[in-house]
Structures are given as structure tokens and as C-alpha cells.
């Protein structure tokens, strides 16, 4: 279900270099079958030691001598343990409707100056109850006259999740960066971070074979993350790149078609503006 076809899209590699996914000749329904073997196995894997940490961490609750703070601790991590697996879940199922090739693009009217506004504020939400606080998350948009855009903004957000959790995991101090530009035909997003994880990403994104790419780095959660954004990307018609960014950390652009609203005219200003949350 995770095998991507289709043509194959750019990426820029450490030495500024395009390459291009290559055709190995494996036959592309035992590769499916493979990841999906593999996937299975490591999402039964992930699912008992999760859930033997919550556990333990139900266990630990049942003392009466804990105080507040401890108790409030527990509660968290429980509550982070149980959304990370029901993240790998609902992005594992959706890659799988997206294989079916029944989605289509559901297109919705919004305003091109406030598009990420809520995924933003969601973001700021994720890293304070993930207990990293001390990653800066920084922001960025292009201004520009108010128009309104059709695109597929509940898909756009989806993606913007997975390249975000990816980022997350991938970083323990510095920043991760989101925002986006536009021209008059398409926007292109992206989420940059100052982590270790570029090559392990550039292998999940580029990969023509993931089962062989997960046996090289054993984390699931990135592969599945990173898959599902790559299909959501080709679904929407959209492109995507890849570039370290830094010293080892990653930097994702795509970029998705758009139409304008009739009546609407377009004057890019070139100023971006930066938020940087505290």
C-alpha cells in the first residue's frame, strides 16, 4: 500500500546535485507487499512498547504520595504516548485510501494571508505539550493584497503535520521553520529544521524500495509520516524537493497548483515577514 508510482520527482542532494529515483527493475507489487510486511511488523512492534509505557505510567499514578507536579507528568506523557500512536494509525490508513485512488482534491475557498494561521497556533500547542519548549518555532509568510485561493486546504494541512512530527522527532534543540510563498499559478510550502535527521528523510522521500530503507534506519513513524506526505503531494498535482539544511538538518519544499477566485487580482509584495514563538 506505502509502494509510490508515478513519475518520479527532483531532489537536491548534499552537494546541491538534482537526482532522480531510479528504476530497479523489482517488481513494484512484491515491493508493496514487503513494506507492507515490514510496516505491519514495526507498527506491532511500536504498538506493544507504547503501550507497555503507558502501563507503567498508569501503574506509577496509582501512588498516593506522588504531588501535583509529578502526577501532571504522567498525565502528559500518557496523553502524548496515546496520540502518537493513533498519529501513526489514522497516517498508515490514510496512505492506504490515498492507494486506492478513490480520493480526489477537495478544493475550498481561503484567504491567501491567513491560510496557516490555525496549523501555526496548533503547532506552538504540540511543541508545550511535548515538553519542547525550547525549539523555536519560527513562521513565515509572504504578504501580499488579500485574495482568495482554491486548494485543497484540509490536505495541505495533513501534509504540513507529517513534515512537522518528522522535524519534531528530528529535533532535540534549535528551531523548525514553516511557512510559504506564492505566485499566481501555485503556492509552495515548506518546514525546515536544524536536526539530524536529512539523510534518514532524504531515504524515505526518495526511495523507490521503503522496506529496504526502513531495515537501513528503524524508524517507522518518520517512514510512514514522510510517505504520506509524499502521496498527498502527487495526488494534489504538486511537486516536492528536498535539501539539507544546515549541517544534517532538513528542508522540505512542495509546492500545489492553485486557482484564483474570480474578481481577485494579485499584487505579490515581496516582503516576508518572520515570527519567531517564544
Not at 514495526?42 to 496509582?62: D, Y
Not at 494561521?117 to 505539550?129: A, M, T
Not at 504538486?238 to 539539507?244: A, S, Y
Request: aromatic residues 10%; contains cysteine; hydrophobic residues 35%.
Amino acid at each position: 500500500m506505502f509502494e509510490i508510482q508515478g513519475n518520479s520527482i527532483a531532489s537536491e542532494d548534499t552537494s546541491g546535485t538534482n537526482t532522480r529515483q531510479k528504476d530497479t527493475g523489482i517488481n513494484p507489487f512484491s515491493r508493496t507487499i514487503a513494506f507492507n510486511t515490514s510496516v505491519l511488523n514495526g507498527m506491532s512492534h511500536e504498538m506493544r512498547t507504547q503501550m507497555n509505557s503507558i502501563i507503567s505510567l498508569a501503574f506509577l499514578l496509582k501512588d498516593k504520595s506522588l504531588v501535583e507536579p509529578e502526577r501532571d507528568e504522567f498525565v502528559n506523557q500518557i496523553y502524548s504516548t496515546c496520540e502518537q500512536l493513533i498519529a501513526l494509525f489514522e497516517n498508515y490508513l490514510e496512505s492506504a485510501i490515498v492507494d486506492t485512488g478513490i480520493p480526489k482534491s477537495d478544493e475550498l475557498i481561503c484567504n491567501h494571508n491567513n491560510l496557516l494561521d490555525g496549523l501555526f497556533s496548533e503547532f506552538r500547542e504540540v511543541l508545550r505539550k511535548t515538553g519542547k519548549e525550547s525549539i523555536e518555532l519560527v513562521t513565515e509568510i509572504q504578504f501580499s493584497e488579500s485574495h482568495n485561493i482554491f486548494i485543497d486546504k484540509i490536505r495541505v494541512y495533513r501534509i504540513l503535520r507529517c513534515l512537522f512530527q518528522n522535524s519534531l522527532q528530528n529535533t532535540d534543540s534549535g528551531y523548525i521553520k514553516t511557512g510559504y510563498f506564492s505566485s499566481e499559478n501555485e503556492v509552495t510550502f515548506y518546514v525546515l529544521d536544524s536536526g539530524q535527521g536529512y539523510l534518514k528523510t532524504r531515504e524515505f522521500l526518495n526511495t523507490n524500495d521503503l522496506a529496504d530503507s526502513l531495515s537501513q534506519y528503524h524508524d517507522l513513524s518518520s517512514a510512514v509520516n514522510i510517505t504520506l506526505a509524499k502521496k498527498l503531494i502527487q495526488l494534489l498535482g504538486g511537486t516536492f524537493n528536498i535539501q539539507c539544511n544546515g549541517t544534517s538538518g532538513s528542508g522540505i519544499y512542495f509546492s500545489i497548483p492553485v486557482r484564483l477566485r474570480p474578481n481577485n487580482e494579485i499584487t505579490i509584495n515581496k516582503y516576508i515577514n518572520s515570527i519567531i514563538s517564544s
